[in-house]
């Protein structure tokens, strides 16, 4: 139903700045999840950011607080893609970043944090910091 393609990773010194994206395809929705994961090595794949439209007027914004400040996450309509402009890149955010998607608004961040909630997936794109 959605087909979900990251690019943008690579590897960058401590401070640096990387911009991903996520391409969609597929069906649309009255409503949705749009989020963004990373998983290091040996580690649980963790919540980095979503954002999330219900239908109205208002796109909510969520992020993990080690990228607050740093991480923003914002959508393109006109290209159906969604982003994360990633700043002052730290050796901690090295992952395996995936984006993923649900056709539905979430309600929390616990909920947003949970991959069990999301429908889609992307191959995910690789990060690396340097110190």
């Known amino acids: 139903q959605v087909q979900l393609v990251e690019s943008g990773g690579g590897l960058v010194q401590a401070g640096g700045s990387l911009r991903l994206s996520c391409a969609a395809s597929?069906?649309?929705?009255?409503?949705?999840?749009k989020g963004w994961f990373r998983q290091a090595p040996g580690k649980e794949r963790e919540f980095v950011a979503a954002i999330r439209w219900s239908g109205g007027n208002t796109y909510y914004l969520d992020y993990a607080d080690s990228v607050k400040g740093r991480f923003t996450i914002s959508r393109d309509n006109a290209k159906n893609t969604v982003s994360l402009q990633m700043n002052s890149l730290k050796p901690e955010d090295t992952a395996v970043y995936y984006c993923?998607?649900?056709?539905?608004?979430?309600?929390?961040?616990?909920?947003?944090?949970?991959?069990?909630?999301?429908?889609?997936w992307g191959q995910g794109t690789q990060v690396t910091v340097s110190p």
């Open positions: 597929g069906r649309t929705f009255s409503g949705y999840t």
């Open positions: 993923a998607a649900v056709g539905r608004f979430l309600t929390s961040v616990q909920t947003l944090g949970e991959l069990h909630n999301y429908d889609y």
